[in-house]
């Protein structure tokens, strides 16, 4: 596969990916900030262990939400691996009400192999059995699919731009024990980044850093987050 035709590949992905906001009459703006690292190492040729942490804050530094992800990975065949996890994720709304979330989850990736010039693309596909005990005994079932695409600014070079785009579709309504719903069937939302990664250490350590475009469905008013976003990648060999 050339480098042209996986960019056209992973470009087409995101347009597909991204959906329209022409239906939304308004929304509602907020500033934030994201941090999170990822570490990952292999047990054998085909086994992998997986963690990753991540810190999300308001525009003023209140906790907006954490997540706590680990998860074994299966090699099934060069590039592509088959995962099962867990995630404890607790957030906060403006006013600091917690709510508490666990997931179990499952997802197939496919990191491309072999394409020119150092170009990266790579699919996710995941499905997530959401649990909110405190407030109801439903189980949310959530499919999430992301594509991304590193394009390194030269050959060699340990810079590169970072595109990615995830979008998220519940499968069912989930409910409230005092009535009305906190997962609703459809699309969920969206979430589309553009940045810079460097190569610390490549193949070991990488970070990237830039804007995320976070688009979430609501009854009233959309919400879109502006999310300044600052990510590490470890690979222990």
Known sequence: MTR???LSIALSAFVALAPSRVHAQAYDDSYQTWLSVAVQGNVTPDWM???DLNWRFWDDFGPYQQLYRPAVAYRVAPGMQVWLGYG?????NREE?????????EQWTWDLQGLEG???VFFRSR???RFRPEISSDVGIRFRQFARVLVPFARDFPVHLSLWDEAFIALNDAGLSAGGLWQRLGFDQNRLFLGVGWNIVPGQLRIEAGYMNHWIVRPGPDEVHHVAMVNGFVTIQ
Do not use: M
């Open 4 to 6: 042209s035709l996986a």
């Open 118 to 120: 150092g170009l990266k």
């Open 97 to 105: 009400q917690f709510t508490d979330e666990h997931r179990i989850w």
């Open 49 to 51: 262990l997986y963690i």
């Open 127 to 129: 499905l997530e059995q």
């Open 88 to 92: 404890w994720t607790p957030s906060w």
